[in-house]
């Protein structure tokens, strides 16, 4: 197999090394990719659209419908996650453990018994709860909520510098993930409840598509925004940079919220309990 | 000999990404194990994101964001200071996107390895065999 293996590889790729030959040099600036469609988006793009930055100009305007389906591709795939994964747990685990946050005593709960109530002063544990993660904790509450800052700015800015819906979305995701390694996925659940990330990522694909809807109930195609001139009280080239906005806060939000749903499901296999 | 270092010079990004893509390739044919095999598909799509940025590329020219000044000036772009946006916006959702179907493969291999008890190939396929 291995063998085997290594010829067809080796074969596929001399014959993708042959045919490099009839691709354009590096940095070719006469190549066919960057002859046609792409000179109309740099020369064009400031005086149809406003939006310096031609990359968000290109994904959130010309190739809209592009957007909004891969948009849906990634909700499509958290909610693959959880119908995959999900495991409801109404049914009380055997043997469970509580420990007394001020004390550190450990309760350990028998089958059928009851489990204590406030959650402020006890805290369940598992096998995967560590005691001496003070510094990772500190350290990561600390570093978080500049994180997130720095995610908004790269929604928020993404028409004039590097960034955009998706980055930004990202960027915010990955914050409440740090969160989740550096505690616990119960804690985070707290914070952000499965049943939130779920709501608020429809809503991203949702107020995408909702933009898009409102262009038709003005007069126009869909998804193009300067229909949207009356509504934002600006002539319709501005408009287009501001549906552009609308449309990558859906982004980020959509983005943002199937990351976390995504990791919920995947680091606890679906019990959403215990987890990393 | 010269003749091919011209040729490599010209092109050896391609042979890059070849190479990389070959990489995975041969990880997701010979490898058994399933985590491997979805690391060698990760390793696979990074080579193809690589070929689109680099298919981007211009000499001498700049990253797609144009000087920008509030006074209401527009000035005219040349197509050949800044580097094609069209394989950047491409490659900005795949990106995105692989995440969120590495997010879908693993979840499948968690389930499988919940119904097998493995993840080597075949190690599964004797159970599938043997019932």
């Known amino acids: 197999m291995k063998v085997f293996g290594l010829l067809a590889v080796i074969l596929c790729g001399s014959l993708l090394l042959y045919s490099t030959g009839d691709f354009p040099d590096w940095g070719d600036k006469d190549s066919p990719a960057n002859t046609y469609l792409s000179p109309h988006y740099i020369t064009k793009s400031l005086e149809e659209t406003a939006v310096p930055n031609m990359v968000t100009a290109v994904l959130a305007d010309y190739r809209g419908y592009d957007t909004m389906f891969e948009t849906t591709v990634i909700f499509s795939a958290g909610l693959a996650c959880f119908f995959l994964l999900r495991i409801s747990n109404k049914k009380e685990k055997k043997r469970t453990f509580y420990r007394h946050i001020a004390t550190g005593i450990i309760l350990h709960i028998k089958e059928g018994g009851k489990i204590p109530e406030d959650t402020s002063k006890f805290t369940q544990i598992d096998s995967q709860w560590t005691p001496n993660d003070l510094i990772i904790k500190v350290t990561c509450r600390m570093i978080i909520p500049f994180i997130q800052l720095f995610g908004l700015y790269v929604i928020a800015h993404g028409h004039h510098s590097p960034g955009g819906g998706f980055q930004g979305g990202v960027i915010l995701g990955a914050s409440m993930i740090l969160f989740a390694i550096s505690h616990d996925l119960r804690t985070t659940r707290k914070r952000i409840s499965e049943k939130t990330a779920a709501i608020l990522s429809t809503t991203g694909v949702l107020i995408y598509a909702g933009t898009g809807l409102l262009c038709m109930l003005f007069g126009a195609v869909f998804l193009d925004y300067s229909a949207l001139a009356w509504l934002l009280g600006s002539d319709p080239i501005m408009a287009r940079s501001h549906g552009m906005l609308m449309v990558e806060i859906g982004v980020g939000m959509a983005v943002m919220f199937v990351m976390i749903w995504i990791y919920y499901n995947i680091s606890s296999a679906g019990k959403q309990e215990e987890g990393l | ?131």
Not at chain 2, 38 to 64: C, D, H, R, W
Not at chain 2, 119 to 125: A, G, S, T, V
């Open chain 2, 1 to 131: 000999m010269n003749d091919f270092l011209e040729i490599f010079i010209a092109k050896y990004n391609y042979w890059g990404f070849i190479i990389i893509m070959m990489i995975g390739l041969y990880a997701m044919i010979v490898k058994r194990n399933l985590v491997k095999k979805i690391i060698g598909m990760s390793i696979f799509q990074t080579a193809i994101i690589l070929f689109y940025v680099s298919i981007g590329a211009k000499e001498n020219a700049t990253i797609p964001i144009l000087q920008h000044s509030h006074a209401g000036s527009v000035q005219s772009a040349e197509a050949i200071n800044y580097i094609n946006p069209l394989p950047h916006v491409l490659m900005l959702t795949a990106i995105v996107v692989s995440v969120a179907t590495l997010g879908v493969a693993l979840a499948l291999a968690i389930k499988i390895y919940q119904q097998y008890g493995t993840l080597e190939e075949d190690e599964i396929q004797t159970i599938i065999n043997k019932t």
